[in-house]
């Protein structure tokens, strides 16, 4: 039986950097404010590019939030280019995500279905949101692309969390 690894809310999330498509290295997981990090099969998926979408459909209220977004994938800078140029997002786009990485964060990994569709081995989807204390507060990881959290009652759920005080869940290990 195969294994994952998986990263346990209430657990310090650490830092990881990124390669920022249009810009320099990016950092996540640095104490100090709300942060989610979406990350997404790559610009072979349909269906992440209509999830980017609704990603940036909800970024201005996830900033007004006080919540700093940003959306990785496995894919080269070129292919992070068809990406930027269809969905023309506000957050940073980040690639290169390796495979020690996504084995780091848990993620389920595919194989390509052919070299059509992409050229490497690519993560299915997760959501990554690290509190101001650099504590992973809240975590999805799906096996599919057609497997995510809905974006506006995410908002709502953060929205909640904050007037309420509400703890991070899941904690029993």
């Not at 990485?101 to 690519?122: K, N, V």
């Not at 993560?123 to 990881?141: C, M, T």
Request: charged share 25%; glycine share 8%; hydrophobic share 40%.
């Amino acid at each position: 039986m195969k294994t994952t690894n998986k990263l346990h809310p209430g657990e310090k999330f650490g830092l990881l950097a990124f390669k920022r498509y249009g810009g320099d290295t990016f950092t996540f997981g640095e104490p100090g404010q709300w942060q989610a990090l979406f990350v997404f099969r790559g610009q072979h998926c349909p269906i992440c590019r209509s999830y980017l979408k609704e990603i940036e459909e909800h970024f201005s209220d996830l900033r007004e939030l006080g919540i700093s977004v940003a959306v990785v994938s496995a894919d080269s800078e070129e292919q992070t280019r068809i990406t930027a140029e269809a969905i023309e997002s506000s957050f940073p786009l980040l690639y290169g995500m390796d495979e020690p990485t996504m084995q780091a964060l848990g993620l389920y990994i595919s194989e390509p279905r052919s070299s059509a569709e992409t050229d490497h081995r690519f993560p299915e989807p997760g959501l990554f949101i690290v509190n101001p204390e650099g504590v992973l507060h809240l975590v999805d990881i799906a096996n599919a692309p057609f497997i995510r959290p809905d974006i506006k009652r995410l908002v709502g759920g953060l929205k909640f969390i904050f007037k309420n005080d509400y703890p991070i869940r899941g904690t029993v290990a």
